[in-house]
């Protein structure tokens, strides 16, 4: 198993940046599936971004370009800046781990964005 504690959200106004971090209780630089997840009111949680172990990314269309996922050895996480944040970007993100047929998710951190 895996703990995942995810930090750095907050209130921006759009066109702002922050960065996200999540800290896992243990190594996962060798896990294929890692990621970050979003979820606004009343919609389902969506694939905001994932990095490999080769370190090759994958970005939702709605971030690519501002939206960049990181591995984060010092914490045995990842990290996700963002930069130019829209009001759009409003959701609870979650750091996803999938590793051995299991899903491991974080508590979330909330990004509000405000116009």
């Known amino acids: 198993q895996v703990q995942l504690v995810e930090s750095g959200g907050g209130l921006v106004q759009a066109g702002g940046s922050l960065r996200l971090s999540c800290a896992a209780s243990?190594?996962?630089?060798?896990?294929?599936?890692v990621g970050w997840y979003r979820q606004a009111p009343g919609k389902q949680r969506e694939l905001v971004a994932s990095?490999?172990?080769?370190?090759?990314?994958n970005y939702a269309d709605s971030v690519k370009g501002r939206f960049t996922i990181s591995r984060d050895p010092a914490k045995n996480g990842v990290s996700m800046q963002m930069n130019s944040l829209k009001v759009e970007d409003t959701a609870v993100y979650y750091c996803n781990v999938k590793e051995h047929g299991a899903s491991y998710w974080g508590q979330g951190t909330q990004v509000t964005v405000s116009s």
């Open positions: 243990r190594s996962i630089f060798w896990v294929n599936a």
């Open positions: 990095i490999t172990t080769d370190g090759s990314t």
